[in-house]
């Protein structure tokens, strides 16, 4: 069988020392057998061997290697819509639980960090910019709709203000978000597989799930050279689940999204482009976001290709945005380029559930998966021991199929796509 190993990322390349897995071979009985050994699996694997439950988690290539390992290290709390949808949803009450979880997944990565000494590059502090006036009101009226719901910790920056954080004029302002960050992810990530197996769990690598029959009181989950038959299962593969279990297939949509990571700057530079080393993401429809690395590279991030398609050249498709902020990067060579899926649901709120009795599933966290996956990594653990409240609220949200069905929501999202941006451009 062939093995998949890490895309070729700057995370990969500086990642901390992990053993290799060995596939599933056989069949096998367990508590819990959870599908997809990123953040969303690896916390709830955690939580429940923690909790003396004997776990099982599968992935189909390595710890890390999916949307977990590769993305921005950006910790963005909150949700990908805002919390006055959320009530139309939901009803208040379901809308007061939700703002309740708007930090915990930043929290439960910092509890990782330090009850299991993970070294991922933790640093504290993100910032929100906005180009127009437009966004600015828009950001204005967030930070008021969350401030009576107990979420604090932003500060409004101006143009001046964010000036001292991120080295360019081209910013109307924008937040601060003390509660925000930013970590080496795949580190994060190993280190939570790591925990894992100290409380007991087993991690299979190598091992892609084939199907799932989740209509009995025990499902099984079947690989290609064996099976787990489980009391719980927990489906948590987001943009890399594709086609296994159909009854979820139409709900997300992958889109693919791209980074580039610079040489190391000079202490000046690097003082120069990020002083305060916050990270940045900015507040258009297709957005970019940026940070410095532990040794002082710049990782640049952006783009959106739905249907999950890899562009041809992603240093061609970043590079001009990163120049556009920061000129003085024009010189820099470009060590790192690389992309990977993340999984998009119509409402941009996350979909979550379960099949038959025990079968639970967590997956489209639309952008916010960072913090997403640690908050309903912890939240499915809970609902398995019991205690399914929180869980519940999110169970109960609608999720829609993608209108035109996967022949064209490509196209459907594209032309929407393209619509927004365009908003972004004209500051409507």
Same mark, same amino acid.
């Given at each position: &069988? ?13 990642? $901390? ?7 599933? =071979? ?50 963005? $709390? ?9 009530? /139309?949803? @939901? ?69 001046? *203000? ?5 080295? %360019? ?7 601060? /978000? ?8 795949? $580190? ?28 009995? /009181? ?5 690989? !290609? ?21 159909? !009854? ?19 202490? #000046? &530079? ?6 305060? *080393? &916050?990270?940045? !993401? ?26 999950? !398609? *890899? ?9 001009? $945005?990163?120049?556009?902020? +920061?000129?003085? %990067?024009? *010189?820099?060579?470009?060590? +790192? ?7 998009? %649901? ?15 599933? #967590? ?12 908050? &309903? ?13 929180? +869980?519940? @609220? ?26 927004? =941006? ?7």
């Amino acid at each position: &069988m062939q093995q998949i190993e890490h895309t070729g990322s700057y995370y990969a390349a500086t990642a $901390n020392a992990s053993p290799e897995r060995p596939p599933l =071979s056989g069949d096998i009985e367990t508590d819990v057998c959870v599908v997809g050994a990123g953040f969303t699996g690896l916390v709830t694997g955690l939580t429940l061997a923690e909790r003396g439950y004997k776990v099982v988690i599968l992935d189909a290539a390595r710890v890390g290697w999916g949307a977990s390992g590769r993305n921005g290290g950006q910790i963005i $709390n909150g949700f990908s819509r805002e919390i006055d949808y959320i009530e /139309d949803t @939901v009803g208040h009450d379901g809308a007061m639980a939700l703002a309740s979880l708007a930090l915990e997944g930043g929290n439960v990565i910092r509890e990782h960090t330090a009850k299991y000494g993970i070294q991922c590059d933790l640093k504290h502090g993100s910032v929100l910019a906005a180009y127009t006036e437009k966004q600015m009101k828009d950001i204005a009226e967030t930070i008021a709709l969350w401030k009576p719901l107990g979420r604090g910790g932003i500060d409004l920056l101006s143009k001046s *203000d964010i000036r001292e954080h991120v080295g %360019t004029d081209k910013y109307a302002g924008g937040w601060l /978000d003390h509660n925000g960050g930013h970590i080496h992810p795949l $580190n994060l990530a190993l280190g939570e597989a790591a925990a894992a197996e100290a409380a007991g769990a087993t991690i299979y690598e190598q091992t892609r799930v084939t199907r799932v029959d989740h209509q009995s /009181d025990k499902p099984v989950v079947h690989t !290609e050279r064996g099976s787990v038959t489980a009391r719980y299962v927990v489906l948590a593969g987001n943009a890399y689940l594709g086609k296994t279990v159909k !009854e979820l297939y139409p709900k997300i949509l992958p889109a693919s999204t791209q980074i580039i990571v610079t040489e190391p700057l000079s202490d #000046a &530079m690097a003082k120069e482009i990020l002083p305060t *080393d &916050m990270c940045v !993401e900015d507040a258009n429809y297709v957005l970019d976001y940026f940070r410095l690395t532990a040794d002082k590279r710049l990782l640049f991030g952006g783009g959106t290709v739905y249907g999950g !398609e *890899d562009v041809a050249d992603v240093e061609k498709a970043l590079r001009p $945005n990163m120049e556009k902020l +920061f000129p003085a %990067t024009r *010189d820099l060579k470009v060590d +790192f380029g690389w992309q990977g899926n993340i999984a998009l %649901t119509w409402s941009r709120l996350p979909h979550v559930g379960r099949l038959g009795k025990s079968t639970y599933f #967590a997956h489209g966290y639309s952008g916010h998966g960072v913090t997403s996956s640690h908050m &309903m990594g912890r939240l499915v653990g809970a609902a398995v021991h019991g205690d399914a409240s929180l +869980f519940d @609220v999110f169970a109960g949200m609608p999720a829609r199929s993608f209108p035109g069905g996967q022949m064209l929501s490509v196209p459907l999202s594209t032309i929407g796509c393209w619509w927004y =941006s365009m908003r972004d451009k004209l500051g409507i």
